[in-house]
């Protein structure tokens, strides 16, 4: 709980991050249904669609930076129904979509949400989050993950109502769950409407969006953050063709079934997983969930089809990748993080774009099980960088302790004089 606002105005906040968040998943992992579709549709070569990867990380890209940028002026509440509404619009126009650029065009849109949906809830988190961080913070990841479960399964439905019209009446679809979420969030009122007050904006104190975006800490955790999606993300957005062009099995049937299946163990370690960030501390969390996602992927890949049943406990290690993280940044940022986690997202979607596009580039040179093969070498060098990153805070919280203490010494030595 924060000073200033009840527990009625706080758990309501909490509320909307949370629903943000079920609404990011849900646009992002229908694509591991509906991208499949529209590649075999609209005869998309792997160049394309890796640039239509890179494309969603560039709407995620250009939709959380304008969330960095404005979210101090328009506040939280605006910006989320914005990112609701450009989301709702581009899912719409997706049905029809007639080609590689158009379906480029809308998707743009449709993807807005995941920048938007993921942003300003992350923003919003780091001014509740204050106590119980890592099971508050695992908890809104949940809620992506439970977005994500449903989003395949939803896809299915409506593949199976509807299906003569393919990824066209998927996204169609789509419109309905998210107007929803949007409407109940309209009439929820925001007791925290802006990252950093007014007294502060007029003192000239606090982090800016521009002093965040120059600072090379804030790149490196960026970096270490891609890392770490890129294997996260990796069954969302190869594991379809993989499935489909390795393993030659449905992406609409099996590859829905395997994502919900990650999804749900995924989810699942989301809602628990709080209580272990919590009690042996983010970094030995991050320490111990990369290795394991090391050893599961391997394993999985390695097995061939057998891998179908393998594959989805990786869910229970990369789910706490994101959240973990964040809680990593949070903790090195201390009172000022609300403005560099703005930055890192976008910056860490930025640097997405040429990792999707060189994992089709590899796919198409190489063949089609290098993109999904990539999370391991991905989430061996984000190991190495959380390492590094823990050094990082170490090192701060020293120079931070010593310059307290120094402070103390001189102003005791004022008192006794």
Sequence with gaps: MISGISKTQFWLLVFCAYGCMLGQGFIDNTRSVTFPMMRDDLHLSYKQYGSLQSMAQFSYLVWSFAVAASLQKLGFKTVILSAFIISIIGCGIT?????????????????????????????????LFKKNTGILMLLLHSCYGLGAVIGPI????????????????????MCGPLALLALIILFIPFAIKKPVSEEQVANHTGFTVWKALASPVVWFQSITLILLTTGERATSTWAGLYLEDVLHLDPAVEGAWFNSCFYVAFTLARLLGGVLVDWIGAFSTEYLVTTLAII??????????????????????????????IVICMRYWGENASVPISCILPIQAFLGIFVQYLLGWLNDAFGPSVAYWSTVPFISLALVCVVINHLMVLKKEKKEKETKEAEEALLKEQNVC
């Excluded at 049905?95 to 992350?122: E, K, R, V």
């Excluded at 939803?154 to 679809?173: C, Q």
């Design 95 to 127: 049905a029809l979509a007639n080609g590689y650029w158009t379906l480029f065009l809308f998707q743009f849109l449709a993807c807005a949400g995941m920048g938007g949906l993921d942003d300003a809830p992350h923003a919003l988190s780091s001014l």
């Design 154 to 173: 939803f896809a299915h439905y409506v593949e199976e109502l509807l299906p003569k019209y393919s990824f066209r009446g998927i996204t169609l679809a």
């Design 296 to 325: 599961i992927f391997t394993a999985g890949l390695l097995a061939g089809k057998t891998g179908l049943y393998i594959l989805p406990f990786a869910g229970c290690a990369v789910a706490f990748f994101w959240p973990t993280y």
